[in-house]
């Protein structure tokens, strides 16, 4: 698969926050669900990032490829040689919370992208980096 060059570099700087199952909660009316606090309050903070980065406009209808690089602090118990965070939370969590947040923001739905490049690593300075790219079709 072939992509054009990056149409946005994106960085959101601070401990990465995957997304959180929502919560379910038997009431006297019913069942009510929720998103857990931290996700909630994570997720709109980048909303608010993105769209204030991005210049307004949704993407237009094209396939997407989207990188996706998450960037933990490395806990002080851990030794210098693990380069990679291989417990939990799963890096499929952290791509759901990328991409919840910029549907209605960068790009209309979800399902413009049709491929993911995706790693979650230790850095000095916490983040995420998006990157999205349109994918050459032929025409």
């Known amino acids: 698969m072939n992509h054009q060059n990056v149409i946005w570099d994106f960085r959101f700087y601070g401990e990465?926050?995957?997304?959180?199952?929502?919560?379910v909660v038997r009431k006297p009316w019913g069942v009510m669900t929720y998103e857990p606090k931290t996700s909630r309050e994570f997720s709109n903070a980048m909303k608010q990032a993105m769209a204030k980065e991005w210049s307004g406009l949704l993407l237009e209808e094209r396939p997407i490829h989207l990188g996706i690089f998450i960037?933990?602090?490395r806990p002080k118990t851990l030794p210098k040689s693990v380069e990679y965070p291989i417990r939990r939370p799963d890096l499929d969590n952290y791509i759901k919370m990328v991409m919840d947040c910029m549907i209605g923001t960068v790009i209309k739905d979800d399902s413009m992208v049709v491929s993911i490049e995706a790693e979650k690593g230790f850095l000095d300075k916490p983040h995420i980096h998006v990157l999205l790219s349109y994918i050459k079709t032929e025409t």
């Open 71 to 73: 960037w933990k602090s």
């Open 16 to 23: 990465p926050v995957p997304k959180a199952r929502p919560r």
